[in-house]
């Protein structure tokens, strides 16, 4: 199993610019999410799923948008990127049924200029 | 909602002893606290975690500690050796059943530990 995976790794956008992180998982979890890390405040949630077709906010959603048409599959759609988003992004997912045990994605480091 | 707070922020340490980091949170309904261990440049990795039956849990030289009753729990690494320096991040929910309760995330405590 690949686990969770994330692409691209790296991206530089200038502000404005539209771009989707793609994140995908082979195990078959049904719960999925999206997380920023910002220097100093840890993990902050953007979205979550639980399931194909089910999508909800997190603590800090505004900028963000997702959609789960599978279960491997939970892309993150930045729609006017703007500096505040230079983070780095990371994804993960778990099973519903062994809730708990979250598994991350390796992380996409996004910097608008 | 759930609210986490992690102290310290950092820590530095003499390689062989111990590190404890302690966490509170504000939601008596959440049920399970993990810790994730974060190397520079690298993704969170799940080190240890406890559940709200369980006052205390060991895996080697990492156990943590959970008090219900005042809301906060601890993570402590003893005999501490240059590979555990990393930031650790505490994190709080509640499942119940087949439910997933989103992680809320302590905001880190960076560990150095000098050999």
């Known amino acids: 199993n690949a686990g969770v995976t994330q692409t691209p790794k790296f991206q530089v956008l200038k502000t404005g610019q539209s771009m989707t992180l793609q994140c995908a998982q082979d195990?078959?979890?049904?719960?999925m999410s999206w997380y920023r890390q910002d220097p100093g405040m840890g993990l902050r949630l953007i979205h979550y799923s639980v399931g194909a077709g089910i999508t909800d906010q997190g603590e800090v959603p505004n900028g963000y948008n997702v959609s789960r048409s599978t279960t491997e599959d939970f892309p993150l759609r930045l729609l006017s990127a703007a500096p505040s988003q230079t983070s780095v992004y990371f994804c993960a997912s778990s099973d519903l049924g062994i809730p708990e045990t979250q598994y991350f994605g390796p992380g996409t480091r996004l910097l608008v200029l | 909602g759930e609210n986490v707070e992690q102290h310290p922020s950092t820590l530095s340490v003499q390689e062989g002893d111990s590190a404890v980091i302690k966490c509170t949170y504000s939601?008596?309904?959440?049920?399970?606290f993990p810790w994730y261990k974060q190397e520079l440049g690298k993704r969170p990795q799940l080190i240890i975690d406890?559940?709200?039956?369980?006052g205390e849990k060991k895996d080697q030289r990492i156990a943590v500690t959970l008090n219900k009753t005042a809301k906060h729990f601890s993570l402590h690494i003893t005999e501490t050796q240059p590979e555990d320096s990393a930031v650790y991040f505490c994190?709080?929910?509640?499942?119940?059943?087949?439910?997933?309760?989103?992680?809320?995330f302590g905001k880190g405590t960076k560990l150095s530990v000098k050999p």
């Open positions: 406890i559940r709200s039956n369980v």
């Open positions: 994190a709080a929910t509640r499942n119940y059943g087949g439910s997933q309760g989103n992680l809320i």
């Open positions: 195990m078959n979890h049904e719960y």
């Open positions: 939601d008596s309904a959440s049920n399970y």
